[in-house]
Each structure stands twice: as structure tokens, then as C-alpha cells.
């Protein structure tokens, strides 16, 4: 299982943005399709968002449409999460991971690494 690791969180007000990334070591993401869940406190953790390996389809929860975008530089190994238009209900940890299909909404592998905190203040 690749490794993953999350940064770019932090705390913004509401409607500000924040891009968060999804960094490989040790192994390529090239061929792998990525998502974002996140887990508010209390909350069970939810899917995002998600895009197949050669950036060519996207998926996205409801509640973000329109204002997170998935992307990928495959060159970076990288997965980013532009989150746009913020809003208190987006306050959460955000983790990625590998997925079998991005249609499934469920990650590939039971292994999670930290994750990010987003905090967005009303």
C-alpha cells in the first residue's frame, strides 16, 4: 500500500479557501486513483471527493459540488484539493487514500495516515 500524506490545512473564515495536498513517498500515484474523505468531530468519516488516476473523471459528494475541486500532477506525485467558498460544516480532519474505483466512494485500503485539520470560523 502507498503511503500518503496530507498537508495544507488550517484555520480560515468562512468563504475563504484553502488547498490541501496529497503527497506519495516511495511510490508512484501515477496509476492510482485518489480520493478525500474527512471526519468532523463526532461524525463518521465521509467521502469527498475523488479522481481516477489519469485526471480524465471526477467525483464529488454533494455537499461540495461546486465549491472543492480535485485535481492531480502526476509529475508530483501529487492529488490537491482546492476548497473554495468554505463554510463551517466543512471544519474536519481530511486524510486521502488510494481507491479501487472512484465511482465506489470507498477507499482501497483500511490504512490511514494523519491527516489535515481544516478549521473554518464563522
Known amino acids: 500500500h502507498v503511503q500518503l500524506v496530507e498537508s495544507g490545512g488550517g484555520l480560515v473564515q468562512t468563504g475563504g479557501s484553502l488547498r490541501l495536498s496529497c503527497a506519495a513517498s516511495?511510490?508512484?500515484?501515477?496509476?492510482?486513483?485518489i480520493g478525500w474523505w474527512r471526519r468532523a468531530p463526532g461524525k463518521e468519516r465521509e467521502f469527498v471527493a475523488a479522481?481516477?488516476?489519469?485526471?480524465?473523471?471526477?467525483n464529488y459528494a454533494d455537499s461540495v459540488k461546486g465549491r472543492f475541486t480535485i485535481s492531480r500532477d502526476n509529475d508530483k506525485n501529487t492529488v490537491y484539493l482546492q476548497m473554495d467558498s468554505l463554510k463551517p460544516e466543512d471544519t474536519a480532519v481530511y486524510y486521502c487514500?488510494?481507491?479501487?474505483?472512484?465511482?465506489?466512494?470507498?477507499?482501497?485500503?483500511?490504512?490511514w495516515g494523519q491527516g489535515t485539520q481544516v478549521t473554518v470560523s464563522s
Open positions: 516511495g511510490r508512484s500515484l501515477e496509476f492510482e486513483n
Open positions: 479522481i481516477r488516476w489519469d485526471g480524465g473523471n471526477t
Open positions: 487514500n488510494t481507491m479501487s474505483t472512484i465511482v465506489a466512494m470507498t477507499a482501497e485500503s483500511g490504512s
